[in-house]
């Protein structure tokens, strides 16, 4: 009783879900400013790769300038590799989860997304990765969207 009287101890009995003035003590650990500044460094690390995949599926050789839509085939196990990688679930996350002012904060790594599905549009091999019909449909409504906007 005297504890409590004088404003020292607990104010709720042990177990009742209310929790402790410890918390009181601790430090602020969370910050609003630091998670927006985490999320932006985190989408230009992703947008930065994303650029560079989409140079790499990019492929422009001197003899076909004329004609930009026709790539060359990559080999195999490149089309293997990224066909068993997370990239189309990442790129439909993206673009199914967030919002118009989500995109506007992140307008690089949302760029980044579209120039990718616009280049992998380009590669019959990774179209035909796809899951599914949906997913065909997705990637081609995507890119023409891509081409639209970008």
Known sequence: RDKIASGQG????KGTGYGTNADDHLPVTWSHEAYIKAQTLLAVKIAHLLTGLEAFLTVRPQTN???P??????????YSMI??????PVMESYLRND????MGRHMELYSAVLRV?????LHDALVSS????S???CLLYTSDAADDLL
């Open 10 to 13: 607990k104010y709720w009995a």
């Open 65 to 67: 300038l004329e004609n």
């Open 69 to 78: 839509e026709i790539q060359p085939p990559l080999s195999s196990e490149t």
């Open 83 to 88: 066909a068993a990688s997370s990239l189309l």
């Open 99 to 102: 919002s118009l002012l989500d």
């Open 117 to 121: 599905a616009r280049a992998s549009i």
């Open 130 to 133: 796809a899951d599914g019909p």
């Open 135 to 137: 997913d065909k449909s």
